[in-house]
C-alpha cells in the first residue's frame, strides 16, 4: 500500500506564491510518475503537473511559465512551486503516483489552495 500526504496549501492573495510538498510512503517501484492534479469547486480535476521519475515534467498550458514541478527521489518527495496565482485557481490540490509497469495508481486526500482577490 502507498500513501501520499499534502502539505504547503494555504490562503494567498492573488499574484503571491504557494510551495505544495507531497511525501509518499510504502512500496514506491520505479519507473513512476508523481503529479500535482487539481479541482474546482463543480469542475472536474484536472492535471497541473507531472514529472517522471527520470526528471522529465509535463505541464498544463495554463500554468507554464508560474509553476516549477520538482521532486526528490532519495526522499519519495514531490514539489509544487506555484508563482503568480490567480483566484481562478481556488482548488484542492491532489498530489499522485503512477506506477508505470504496473498500471496503478494511487491518490493523496489533498490540500486546499484558495486565491484571494
Known amino acids: 500500500q502507498v500513501q501520499l500526504v499534502e502539505s504547503g496549501g494555504g490562503l494567498v492573495q492573488a499574484g503571491g506564491s504557494l510551495r505544495l510538498s507531497c511525501v509518499a510512503s510504502g512500496r514506491i517501484f520505479s519507473p513512476n510518475i508523481m503529479g500535482w492534479y487539481r479541482q474546482a469547486p463543480g469542475k472536474q480535476r484536472e492535471l497541473a503537473a507531472d514529472i517522471t521519475s527520470g526528471g522529465s515534467t509535463n505541464y498544463a498550458d495554463s500554468v507554464k511559465g508560474r509553476f516549477t514541478i520538482s521532486r526528490d527521489n532519495a526522499k519519495n518527495t514531490v514539489y509544487l512551486q506555484m508563482n503568480s496565482l490567480k483566484p481562478e485557481e481556488t482548488a484542492v490540490y491532489y498530489c499522485?503516483?503512477?506506477?508505470?509497469?504496473?498500471?496503478?495508481?494511487?491518490w493523496g486526500q489533498g490540500t486546499q489552495v484558495t486565491v484571494s482577490s
Open positions: 499522485n503516483v503512477h506506477f508505470i509497469a504496473r498500471m496503478t495508481g494511487y
